[in-house]
């Protein structure tokens, strides 16, 4: 079974970088592998869950059930929160492009978009407070101005922080997903 966050670019891995014959271009994908540091993040997450639950079963064990039980809900609102970081992200589809953040999923259709284009500007450093110098994947979408809508992916997100590489592939194939199906 394959793992739906880790099916960025199945389909794009061959020589000829083109979707592959049997390739759903009806389902939402990302055009891009989540990056060591978001994958990072989500084990050590799930790692205090591991422990979250291991004080639930001891307290189970001990009988408080009641603190058992709400031991148990946090620790399922920890490994959904886990889940939630490694679906983060952009993804494309034939209907429009998906921005998944942690709180907010904002969808546009391709009708909506007017261009995606990679800028040079001050981004965040792992979603923190703290800016530098890097490119930006911008969106730019009708009736709506550039400020209203945050960057696509950065080079300094927990998914391109020092693969600058693996920003521009993913930049470029968000781009074309854009230039496909915006004309039609």
Same mark, same amino acid.
């Given at each position: 079974?394959?793992?739906?966050?880790?099916?960025?670019?199945?389909?794009?891995?061959? +020589?000829?970088?083109?979707?592959?014959?049997?390739?759903?271009?009806?389902?939402? !994908?990302?055009?891009?592998?989540?990056?060591?540091?978001?994958?990072?993040?989500?084990?050590?997450?799930?790692?205090? %869950?591991?422990?979250?639950?291991?004080?639930?079963? +001891?307290?189970?064990?001990?009988?408080?059930?009641?603190?058992?039980?709400?031991?148990?809900?946090?620790?399922? %609102?920890?490994?959904?929160?886990?889940?939630?970081?490694?679906?983060?992200?952009?993804?494309?589809?034939?209907?429009?492009? !998906?921005?998944?953040?942690?709180?907010?999923?904002?969808?546009?259709?391709?009708?909506?978009?007017?261009?995606?284009? =990679?800028? #040079? #500007?001050?981004?965040?450093?792992?979603?923190?407070?703290?800016?530098? #110098?890097?490119?930006?994947?911008?969106?730019? !979408?009708?009736?709506?101005?550039?400020?209203?809508?945050?960057?696509?992916?950065? =080079?300094?997100? %927990?998914?391109?922080?020092?693969?600058? %590489?693996?920003?521009?592939?993913?930049?470029?194939?968000?781009?074309?997903?854009?230039?496909?199906?915006?004309? !039609?």
């Amino acid at each position: 079974m394959p793992l739906p966050f880790l099916t960025a670019d199945r389909a794009f891995d061959t +020589v000829y970088d083109v979707a592959l014959p049997f390739d759903d271009r009806e389902r939402w !994908r990302r055009p891009y592998r989540p990056g060591p540091w978001r994958v990072g993040m989500a084990a050590l997450v799930l790692l205090l %869950a591991s422990f979250v639950l291991l004080a639930a079963v +001891v307290t189970a064990l001990t009988g408080g059930m009641s603190s058992a039980a709400v031991c148990f809900a946090i620790a399922l %609102a920890v490994v959904g929160g886990a889940l939630r970081m490694l679906r983060m992200g952009v993804w494309v589809g034939s209907r429009g492009l !998906r921005h998944v953040r942690f709180f907010v999923t904002r969808t546009t259709p391709w009708a909506q978009v007017v261009s995606v284009r =990679t800028v #040079q #500007q001050p981004v965040r450093w792992l979603g923190l407070p703290r800016t530098v #110098q890097g490119q930006a994947l911008l969106l730019d !979408r009708r009736g709506r101005s550039a400020e209203a809508v945050p960057p696509l992916l950065t =080079t300094h997100d %927990a998914d391109f922080l020092g693969r600058l %590489a693996a920003f521009d592939r993913a930049a470029d194939s968000v781009e074309a997903w854009a230039e496909e199906y915006r004309l !039609r």
